[in-house]
T-cell receptor
Framework: NAGVTQTPKFQVLKTGQSMTLQCAQD?????MSWYRQDPGMGLRLIHY???????DQGEVPNGYNVSRSTTEDFPLRLLSAAPSQTSVYFC?????????????FGDGTRLSIL | AQKVTQAQTEISVVEKEDVTLDCVYE???????LFWYKQPPSGELVFLIR??????QNEISGRYSWNFQKSTSSFNFTITASQVVDSAVYFC??????????FGQGTRLTINP
């Protein structure tokens, strides 16, 4: 029972490099989202998706792209990494039914941009 | 706009003490949902509880209890007889509309033996 799987767990990039953070869930959840966690700021929503082919921006979308070609996968792309994107990234998923459904989180990806 | 405030940045208590973590929220919606998550030192986020805005009944689960008061827009979390394993960062979160969550800044709780 994998739940939400994020890869990689750790990554170091140089400024200007690009990379994709992977997120996969095996619970057939319609809703998926990406958050970043910075000290003293809680978790902030980057992008989210309510189903395959549908994505939308959250609170801090600049510098990030997403796509949702399948129900299971929701990758997050950094096109040109900047030091301000150094953070811990969490992917989450939930059912799209009643709105009190809790979100299930992956274990996070710790990303450092030098 | 919706907002969640956890005014206590850090709390440190001695084991077996009771401790309350405060959460105050702002929303214009009449229907909304509140959550508490725990983030232990290992880093994962663990769901603890959810509460609907139309259900003000308090809840107790073992040593954990939650007090939801719409009149003061608060959803406080109390740990009774705290244990070292309770040491973690605790987040309060609010959801309105779609599935988007707005998190508070978190409270780092340290339980000393």
């Amino acid at each position: 029972n994998a739940g939400v799987t994020q890869t990689p767990k750790f990554q170091v990039l140089k400024t200007g490099q690009s990379m994709t953070l992977q997120c996969a869930q095996d619970m057939n959840h319609e809703y998926m989202s990406w958050y970043r966690q910075d000290p003293g700021m809680g978790l902030r929503l980057i992008h989210y998706s309510v189903g395959a082919g549908i994505t939308d921006q959250g609170e801090v979308p600049n510098g990030y792209n997403v796509s949702r070609s399948t129900t299971e996968d929701f990758p997050l792309r950094l096109l040109s990494a900047a030091p301000s994107q150094t953070s811990v990234y969490f992917c989450a998923s939930s059912r799209a039914g009643p709105r009190n459904q809790p979100q299930h989180f992956g274990d996070g990806t710790r990303l450092s941009i030098l | 706009a919706q907002k969640v405030t956890q005014a206590q940045t850090e709390i440190s208590v001695v084991e077996k003490e009771d401790v309350t973590l405060d959460c105050v929220y702002e929303t214009r919606d009449t229907t909304y949902y509140l959550f508490w998550y725990k983030q232990p030192p290992s880093g994962e986020l663990v769901f603890l509880i959810r509460r609907n805005s139309f259900d003000e009944q308090n809840e107790i689960s073992g040593r954990y209890s939650w007090n939801f008061q719409k009149s003061t827009s608060s959803f406080n979390f109390t740990i009774t007889a705290s244990q070292v394993v309770d040491s973690a960062v605790y987040f309060c979160a609010l959801r309105e509309g779609a599935q988007k969550l707005v998190f508070g800044q978190g409270t780092r709780l340290t339980i000393n033996p």
